[in-house]
């Protein structure tokens, strides 16, 4: 009978105990962005090989694709990671934004300048049309971070808390170099849902998505009544094996 008490005690605080790690986790390649359900692209693409080239683009600071990664609901704090490859098809300065929304803001996107290698923060707000999102930068929502390197891909993570406070950039990394903990100045509403949204900038640069790969992980937030229940488990073995001792 003891046992059995010390057992539920265990079990109610293992079923107790929030599960974290990864929700979402997919790689596309450019060419995969125009068969996957989730993805709408917006601007005209061609398929090369495995690549989606952007080269007739009609918005300026339009976007190219949109991807839904989360549906609306409850979550823990998020992290999510992206890595990107892309091409720039023309120049000299062709830069692409790469942002996480919940539909209204933009947080942590990363500007690209495929030939001089610096990369901007930038946080603003998703505007336009449904079928023709457009990006619009807040006031002194730009800062530089110079010194990336010009290589792709780029990676970057962003931590987005579960109680809409401002998000942290925790890196972004090109060509071996990085920055990191970056504070933002925005925050997103997560239980909205999340996408992750690349615009391009003007309507002159042309832009080849290689691959694009995106993971989200939920932090792990343990019940306190669970760890009550498994304390009280705890004290009630103690008890058991006093009481054999005497």
């Given at each position: 009978?003891?046992?059995?008490?010390?057992?539920?005690c265990?079990?109610?605080f293992?079923?107790?105990?929030?599960?974290?790690?990864?929700?979402?986790?997919?790689?596309?390649?450019?060419?995969?962005?125009?068969?996957?359900?989730?993805?709408?692209?917006?601007?005209?693409?061609?398929?090369?090989?495995?690549?989606?080239?952007?080269?007739?683009?009609?918005?300026?600071?339009?976007?190219?694709?949109?991807?839904?990664?989360?549906?609306?609901?409850?979550?823990?704090?998020?992290?999510?990671?992206?890595?990107?490859?892309?091409?720039?098809?023309?120049?000299?300065?062709?830069?692409?934004?790469?942002?996480?929304?919940?539909?209204?803001?933009?947080?942590?996107p990363?500007?690209?300048?495929?030939?001089?290698?610096?990369?901007?923060?930038?946080?603003?707000?998703?505007?336009?049309?449904?079928?023709?999102?457009?990006f619009?930068?807040?006031?002194?929502?730009?800062?530089?971070?110079?010194?990336?390197?010009?290589?792709?891909?780029?990676?970057?993570?962003?931590?987005?808390?579960?109680?809409?406070?401002?998000?942290?950039?925790?890196?972004v990394?090109?060509?071996?170099?990085?920055?990191?903990?970056?504070?933002?100045?925005?925050?997103?509403n997560?239980?909205?849902?999340?996408?992750?949204?690349?615009?391009?900038?003007?309507?002159?640069?042309?832009?080849?998505i290689?691959?694009?790969?995106?993971?989200?992980?939920?932090?792990?937030?343990?019940?306190?009544?669970?760890?009550?229940?498994?304390?009280?488990?705890?004290?009630?073995?103690?008890?058991?094996?006093?009481?054999?001792?005497?």
């Amino acid at each position: 009978m003891k046992k059995a008490f010390v057992t539920t005690c265990i079990a109610l605080f293992m079923s107790g105990a929030a599960n974290a790690g990864t929700i979402f986790s997919q790689s596309l390649t450019g060419a995969g962005l125009l068969t996957d359900g989730n993805v709408t692209v917006h601007e005209t693409g061609v398929v090369n090989g495995s690549s989606l080239d952007f080269t007739t683009r009609s918005v300026t600071r339009g976007a190219l694709f949109t991807w839904d990664i989360l549906g609306a609901s409850s979550y823990n704090d998020l992290t999510v990671a992206v890595n990107i490859d892309h091409t720039a098809l023309n120049g000299p300065d062709n830069d692409l934004f790469i942002g996480v929304t919940d539909g209204v803001n933009v947080v942590a996107p990363t500007r690209i300048d495929g030939f001089s290698g610096a990369i901007n923060i930038f946080q603003g707000t998703v505007g336009g049309t449904p079928t023709n999102p457009s990006f619009t930068i807040l006031p002194s929502g730009s800062t530089l971070l110079s010194g990336l390197g010009a290589v792709d891909p780029v990676d970057f993570s962003v931590l987005l808390p579960s109680a809409g406070t401002t998000g942290t950039l925790l890196s972004v990394e090109e060509d071996g170099s990085s920055v990191t903990n970056f504070a933002l100045s925005q925050a997103l509403n997560i239980s909205n849902g999340l996408q992750i949204i690349v615009f391009g900038d003007h309507t002159s640069e042309d832009y080849a998505i290689n691959s694009i790969s995106v993971t989200v992980n939920e932090a792990d937030i343990s019940e306190p009544g669970a760890l009550a229940v498994f304390g009280l488990g705890l004290f009630a073995l103690g008890y058991m094996r006093r009481r054999r001792s005497v």
